[in-house]
């Protein structure tokens, strides 16, 4: 059984960073990309980025919203990917879900429960 | 940037109607459009990808179509777990969302 586990969420103040974990099992996850989705609350999904297998270069791509602030990253020998935000915004507050990527299909085909992270003074 | 717009934004259903949402792509994206489900509290769940396959254990009342620029879902006789918000989706963009109510 496929399952992704965000952990790593919670109160920041702007300007701050923090970093975010998903840990995967129930697949091989090196063969897989992984992307990042966040919902601010009462609000709609938007897409934070996502970063490819290592088969196709590991390489990364983001949201205009995010991009030069957060980073993406995985250990494929731990299974983990990781989301590296810096320079925090309150309007980063949201629900950041992991998932698995299909780039063949342009699909988040498998989800975690999320992770709240609220940007705040 | 491809930009999605769902319609209608909120819909009032009473069990058992067939309900249609639209997804429409701002440039042509052939067949590559998903569909999810997402519950108060839930992370989305995966329903239908290549416009019309229907994800693995999704059941058949839930139906996609659609290529280039216009995409459907269509739910052919609505549950009272069907009941949530519905998003389309080409990877780095998602629609705004329908919300799905008892009537």
């Known amino acids: 059984e496929v399952q992704l586990v965000e952990s790593g969420g919670g109160l920041v103040q702007p300007g701050r960073s923090l970093r975010l974990s998903c840990t995967a099992s129930g697949f091989t996850f090196g063969d897989y990309a992984m992307s990042w989705v966040r919902q601010a609350p009462g609000k709609g999904l938007e897409w934070v980025g996502f970063?490819?297998?290592?088969?196709?270069?590991?390489?990364?791509e983001y949201a205009a919203s995010v991009k030069g602030r957060f980073t993406i990253s995985r250990d494929d020998s731990k299974s983990i990917a990781y989301l590296q935000m810096n320079s925090l915004k309150t309007e980063d507050t949201a629900v950041y879900y992991c998932?698995?990527?299909?780039?063949?299909?342009?699909?988040?085909?498998?989800w975690g429960q999320g992770t709240l992270v609220t940007v705040s003074s | 940037d491809i930009q999605l717009t769902q319609s209608p934004s909120f819909l009032s259903a009473s069990v058992g109607d067939r309900v249609t949402i639209t997804c429409r792509a701002s440039?042509?994206?052939?067949?590559?459009l998903a569909w999810y489900q997402q519950k108060p509290g839930k992370a989305p769940k995966l329903l239908i990808y290549?416009?019309?396959t229907l994800q693995s254990g999704v059941p058949s009342r839930f139906s996609g179509s659609g290529s280039g620029t216009e995409f459907t879902l269509t739910i052919s006789s609505l549950q009272p777990e069907d009941f949530a918000t519905y998003y389309c989706?080409?990877?780095?963009?998602f629609g705004q969302g329908t919300k799905v109510e008892i009537k």
């Open positions: 998932t698995r990527a299909d780039l063949t299909f342009f699909i988040c085909d498998y």
């Open positions: 970063i490819r297998s290592k088969a196709y270069g590991g390489t990364t």
């Open positions: 440039q042509g994206i052939s067949s590559y």
């Open positions: 989706q080409q990877l780095r963009t």
């Open positions: 290549a416009a019309s």
